[in-house]
């Protein structure tokens, strides 16, 4: 498989998580850009609290809606970045490169919803049962 053809099946895998997002919080998602990058940048990995040696698998940059003003004038999309190549080194198979992946961007999406990592965490395990 050439790179070419994994970052295309890859940006399916990411295409196909988007979709599994609930309907209902997917059309409270304005104004959002849906990105893929190899790897995260030195500056994501700070952004994202990440401690040395360690790597991120996504990244939401933006203002999250329980933060927002109605009164704020047109702000630059909010940004979900999902990257590649860290979550290939982590899955062992095809099958759980895609359930990591789905687990990324929903991760990411309640995060632009407002929660906290903590919040996040304790609603992936609900959502595993």
């Not at 990591?100 to 959502?127: I, K, S």
């Given at each position: 498989?050439?790179?070419?053809?994994?970052?295309?099946?890859?940006?399916?895998?990411?295409?196909?998580?988007?979709?599994?997002?609930a309907?209902?919080f997917?059309?409270?998602?304005?104004n959002?850009?849906?990105?893929?990058?190899?790897?995260p940048?030195?500056?994501?990995?700070?952004?994202?609290?990440?401690?040395?040696?360690?790597?991120?698998?996504?990244?939401?940059?933006?203002?999250?809606?329980?933060?927002?003003?109605v009164?704020?004038?047109?702000?630059?999309?909010?940004?979900?970045?999902?990257?590649?190549?860290?979550?290939?080194?982590?899955?062992?198979?095809?099958?759980?490169?895609?359930?990591?992946?789905?687990?990324?961007?929903?991760?990411?999406?309640?995060?632009?919803?407002?929660?906290?990592?903590?919040?996040?965490?304790?609603?992936?395990?609900?959502?595993?049962?």
């Amino acid at each position: 498989m050439g790179s070419h053809d994994s970052s295309t099946y890859f940006d399916r895998l990411v295409q196909d998580a988007w979709a599994g997002i609930a309907p209902r919080f997917r059309r409270r998602m304005k104004n959002i850009a849906l990105l893929v990058a190899d790897e995260p940048s030195r500056e994501q990995l700070v952004r994202g609290r990440v401690p040395r040696g360690g790597t991120l698998l996504g990244l939401y940059e933006g203002r999250p809606l329980t933060t927002r003003s109605v009164f704020e004038p047109f702000a630059m999309p909010d940004r979900i970045t999902i990257f590649q190549g860290p979550h290939e080194r982590m899955a062992r198979n095809p099958e759980q490169l895609a359930k990591l992946v789905e687990e990324t961007v929903w991760h990411e999406v309640a995060h632009y919803f407002g929660m906290n990592e903590r919040q996040v965490r304790a609603a992936e395990l609900r959502r595993r049962r």
